[in-house]
């Protein structure tokens, strides 16, 4: 797909979302500025949790109201929140050195720490039988195999009553249960890298920089030559990160963090520069 740099990327909006961090559209707007491209890296929208889609549908749209005004525009990639709302399961950018994909198909049964995993199990395993090892060597199967297995499972209404740090840890304690779920998550996290890297290599093995969110846990690690960035996501107790490209042969990671009531940019972290 070609798109107008300079661009940025985002992930893990949770538009609408008792957890998300995000409670105004306007709150966007520094980031915004500078860029010709925003790509939204999935999960921006609540698409299967009925009691957040009409919040969620106001802010997308004001938030495409405030891009349109200033001329940015949205390219918008399916999560599994999301997961059949746009034309676009992954990206490449940057001629190919870049390949963009929300997370989700990387993982077993997309979120396997859920606590609803276990009710939507037999579903989701009667989807992945209908596949075969053939048919997941290749790159469209395997997405759609994470997408249907995204619309089976039962999506799992968070409650955040405030953004107080009381209502947050409340929150955080409901969600520590059953007793293996923070196992699940740490296992995730700990062996992403490997995961992310291995995909790479198999599906996109001439890109040099992978950008994915889903677990909220924004990181970037080197692996066999590869700069893979977890984006994070803008959620209770998340830190997101902004990747940037400022022309086809560059990447750039910067911090944000919520000042004044907006998302600011902080200085680059790390870069990528490729040959021209």
């Known amino acids: 797909m070609s798109f107008a740099y300079p661009a940025r990327l985002l992930s893990d909006l949770h538009l609408g979302h008792d957890v998300s961090s995000i409670q105004a559209a306007h709150q966007l707007i520094p980031l915004l500025e500078g860029i010709s491209t925003l790509i939204l890296?999935?999960?921006?929208?609540?698409?299967?949790?009925?009691?957040?889609?009409?919040?969620?549908?106001?802010?997308?749209?004001?938030?495409?109201?405030?891009?349109?005004?200033?001329?940015?525009?949205?390219?918008?990639?399916?999560?599994?929140?999301?997961?059949?709302?746009?034309?676009?399961?992954?990206?490449?950018?940057?001629?190919?050195?870049?390949?963009?994909?929300?997370?989700?198909?990387?993982?077993?049964?997309?979120?396997?720490?859920?606590?609803?995993?276990r009710a939507c199990r037999p579903a989701m395993e009667a989807i992945a039988a209908t596949y075969s090892a053939a048919d997941l060597a290749n790159l469209d199967k395997r997405f759609e195999r994470t997408r249907r297995w995204s619309e089976a499972m039962i999506a799992t209404e968070v409650r955040q009553s405030g953004k107080g740090w009381l209502a947050k840890l409340a929150m955080a304690w409901r969600e520590l249960w059953p007793p293996s779920r923070p196992w699940?998550?740490?296992?995730?996290?700990?062996?992403?890298?490997?995961?992310?890297?291995?995909?790479?290599?198999?599906?996109?093995?001439?890109?040099?920089?992978?950008?994915?969110?889903?677990t909220h846990r924004a990181s970037w690690w080197r692996r066999q030559g590869r700069l893979l960035v977890n984006t994070g996501g803008f959620v209770s107790f998340a830190s997101p990160l902004a990747?940037?490209?400022?022309?086809?042969?560059?990447?750039?990671l910067r911090r944000i963090s919520l000042r004044d009531d907006k998302f600011q940019l902080g200085p680059v972290l790390t870069e990528e520069r490729f040959d021209d």
């Open 184 to 214: 699940n998550v740490a296992k995730v996290w700990t062996t992403l890298p490997w995961i992310a890297s291995r995909f790479a290599a198999e599906f996109r093995p001439g890109c040099q920089v992978m950008l994915f969110g889903h």
């Open 243 to 252: 990747v940037d490209l400022p022309s086809v042969s560059l990447v750039q």
């Open 41 to 117: 890296n999935g999960d921006t929208l609540e698409a299967r949790l009925p009691r957040f889609q009409a919040r969620s549908q106001a802010l997308l749209e004001e938030l495409q109201s405030l891009a349109e005004e200033r001329g940015v525009a949205l390219v918008m990639i399916n999560g599994n929140h999301d997961p059949s709302s746009w034309p676009h399961d992954w990206l490449e950018v940057c001629g190919g050195k870049v390949f963009v994909t929300h997370g989700h198909v990387l993982l077993h049964m997309v979120s396997p720490w859920s606590a609803k995993l």
